[in-house]
């Protein structure tokens, strides 16, 4: 069923019967999970129980170590790097439309209709799952570029939608009840009794974790709620709680709960300086460089300022997300996707960092206990990384 | 909003620095004092590892503090994420419950637990309230009033409350508390964790000053949160808030200058002074722009000074 270029009839075949033949239980009881979540047939729940398999109809079981890996959910910016994606081996493509309803609203970025109809098809046909991001807040403005865009992705069969505002949940819900719904990282929701209001209020599936919590405390909030967790694991490293920073605005007028960007490229300036490359943000020194260093672009928290006397990265050094070394630890906490950022990136980053993760989570899922993420893994996402160097942030409570 | 017009209460918002017990005491009971003041917000938003003796400390100075006859607001932690947090703030509206205070909700949790306890709440500048659909949802879990998110234009405020049936409160003065982190970024200044802080935040009531390597003024860091460099202040705008369908303005209380902005504040409220004598008052000779900003009331940058 998830093999390459599969055609539509066979592909419908196969969903028939989600388990073939020889099949490793490991396996099988994935592709009963893919199964049930695509045909949303949580119905069959009670019947499959009378014939001893209730477990894999709790989420409890379906995102348990033993028995399932993590889906590796990776960055769409366009087409070329959805099917990049895809082909790299990503269980799931996440994409946004080309307005101001997604948290990348950058410019060349993102899908029109046609665009995305094709890369829905795209994805399905080759057996992968398509999340739609609606997570800025239409505010005061005339929602219907939000409203339109969630159904659209209702209407071209996308296979969850990501939100984060209480108005587009609930709009949502009403509208596109069988539209699985998640919560956007965008939204902040950092503990499990965030998590359990929403499940209540509009029936979130899946909530996506702010980059703020131990990996400890995921594991835990994981165990008191039903809704899915899914962390970030790889890419550009937010070390603010999202939805919860108004630093761009602050300085550039445009933020990402009301705009959709963080830095906005339009503010960005590199002036030359006395023989230094000063890098500004709407008038705002972010950062120096010596000519012939690599300038790194200047995303606030990132930026070299003064504080205590010191100069130097107050907020947080020009590393990238990179949780590799964690991924027994990951599995055994039981989260259900593992995202990896990056939607502003082309498809050869795409390709080179889901091959990358691919390989990891096959590798760590065929044998946990003796995984160790290869040096070859880590020197690739080294080179692809804007900053040449990773951290796992506050997965690990010395980073704080 | 409510449809009958009621005069402009003035609020002083939870302390947001870190200061040691002793010191909060003693600023809130001189604030109980005052009577340009109408409702006291109490209680650690930003780090609970400063809230060293907890809940009970919390709620015995606010029942203190109610004898003087002002509305008491226990707030709560704006991003609890350990167990013990969680609890805290069951434990604040457990309290607010036995005692009939409202509590002031900065984080999701804080709206699933007092909507479950059935305690009424502030929904504070921590939750993002964009929409009037978001508004809604609050208000029917319990939200008797709102402050809007800080980035939102003032004009945008009767967009999003419109005539829904809670108050607003209008955030008006003092530094604005932008994000937060897991990081504490007080400990990574001083060189140290966030685990083995050493409350290094209590020797700096004001925050500690973040400067751009040009030497501009950048920002105030605040433990886990980042704020303005400069107090942000609508003093000279306080009639048109008014006409906004503000029911509230917040005060955010720093160790500098706070009597002079209460007093201030409240004359241009009553009109015995004007708001612009007020603000020129309040700048102390300096161009308004050297002292304060104002550009997200305009719907423009933050840090910005935007003149009338």
Known sequence: ?400 | MNDIARPLRLGVGPLLFGWPERDIRDLYLELAEKREVDILYLGEVVCSKRSISGVTWQVELARELAASGKEIVLSTLAMPTAAHELQAIRDVAIAAKEHDLLIEANDMAAVAIASEMGVDFVAGPHLNIYSRGALDCLCRHGAKRAVLPLELPARDITAVAGDAQVQIEYFAHGKLPLTFSARCYTARAEGLSKRDCRHVCFLNPDGVEMRTLDGGGFSTINGIQIMSQMPFTALDHIAEIAGFGVDVLRISPQASGLDDVIRLFRAAMDGVMAASDALHALSKGREPGDAFCNGYYHGRQGRLWVGK
């Open chain 1, 1 to 400: 069923m998830c093999s390459k270029h599969i055609h539509e009839k066979q592909r419908r075949r196969a969903q028939k019967c989600p388990v073939p033949k020889g099949c490793a239980p490991n396996e099988a009881m994935q592709r009963c999970s893919s199964f049930i979540w695509n045909h949303q047939i949580f119905f069959l729940a009670p019947c499959l129980a009378s014939f001893g398999a209730a477990t894999i109809c709790t989420k409890l079981v379906l995102t348990s170590p033993n028995f399932l890996k993590p889906e590796l959910v990776c960055p769409a910016g366009n087409l070329p790097a959805l099917k990049a994606a895809v082909d790299a081996g990503g269980d799931t493509v996440y994409m946004g439309f080309r307005n101001a309803s997604n948290a990348r609203n950058f410019e060349g970025l993102n899908f029109d209709r046609d665009e995305a109809e094709a890369g829905i098809a795209y994805a399905h046909d080759r057996g992968a799952r398509v999340f739609v991001a609606v997570n800025t807040s239409p505010g005061i403005y005339d929602a219907s570029a939000w409203t339109s865009s969630i159904d659209m992705a209702s209407e071209l069969g996308a296979d969850a939608i990501i939100l984060s505002d209480m108005a587009l949940l609930g709009y949502a819900k009403e509208r596109h009840p069988r539209l699985r719904r998640h919560l956007s990282v965008q939204a902040s929701a950092c503990n499990y009794e965030s998590l359990n209001f929403y499940a209540r209020e509009f029936g979130i599936r899946r909530a996506v974790m702010p980059r703020v919590l131990t990996l400890d405390a995921i594991r835990d909030i994981g165990s008191r709620t039903s809704v899915e967790i899914e962390i970030f694991v790889s890419g550009g490293l937010c070390v603010m709680a999202e939805g919860r920073c108004w630093l761009s605005s602050y300085v550039t007028g445009d933020s990402p709960n009301m705009r959709g960007v963080c830095s906005p490229a339009h503010a960005v300036r590199f002036e030359e300086q006395e023989g230094t490359l000063e890098v500004k943000l709407d008038g705002v020194l972010v950062n120096r460089f010596a000519p012939d260093a690599p300038a790194a672009y200047p995303t606030l928290c990132k930026g070299r300022f003064e504080a205590c006397g010191m100069e130097g990265h107050v907020m947080e050094d020009p590393y990238s997300l990179n949780a590799l070394d964690m991924l027994p630890q990951i599995f055994e906490a039981g989260i259900a996707g593992l995202k990896i950022e990056g939607r502003q990136r082309g498809k050869h980053y795409v390709r080179e960092v889901v091959s990358t993760w691919r390989a990891a989570v096959d590798t760590c899922a065929a044998d946990p206990k003796s995984y160790v993420a290869s040096p070859e893994w880590m020197a690739r996402l080294a080179a692809t990384s804007e900053g040449g160097a990773h951290t796992a942030g506050a997965y690990v409570d010395e980073w704080r």
